[in-house]
Nanobody, 121 residues
């Protein structure tokens, strides 16, 4: 019923920038929040950033001042602008969306398949 399509990952040198996108489609009535998580090799998945439908943002301390999350509510799309990238930012980045489907009485969480970001030193 819902598809999340991520794009924008790739290989970049330390200090460089990348922009991730995640578009949600399907029988979506409304989006409560959208966000990004990441999982580095051998580590647990961790929170990166999130934005509510009202535009309130939240960031992990490790990315504050370097990453910016934004959303286009009309397109159900969330973006993550990543600047001043560091080798420790290398991970698979996953999009997460908390949304309400048409006809549903509660929101549900959906995950994208992930996009790989590799930062070389």
């Amino acid at each position: 019923q819902v598809q999340l399509v991520e794009s924008g990952g790739g290989l970049v040198q330390a200090g460089g920038s990348l922009r991730l996108s995640c578009a949600a489609s399907g029988s979506i009535f409304s989006v409560n929040a959208m966000g990004w998580y990441r999982q580095a090799p051998g580590k647990q998945r961790e929170f990166v950033a999130a934005i509510t439908g009202g535009g309130v943002t939240n960031y992990a301390d490790s990315v504050k001042g370097r990453f910016t999350i934004s959303a286009d509510n009309a397109k159900n799309t969330v973006y993550l602008q990543m600047n001043s990238l560091k080798p420790e930012d290398t991970a698979v980045y996953y999009c997460n969306v908390d949304l309400l489907l048409w006809g549903a009485d509660h929101t549900e969480d959906y995950w994208g398949k992930g996009t790989l970001v590799t930062v070389s030193s």
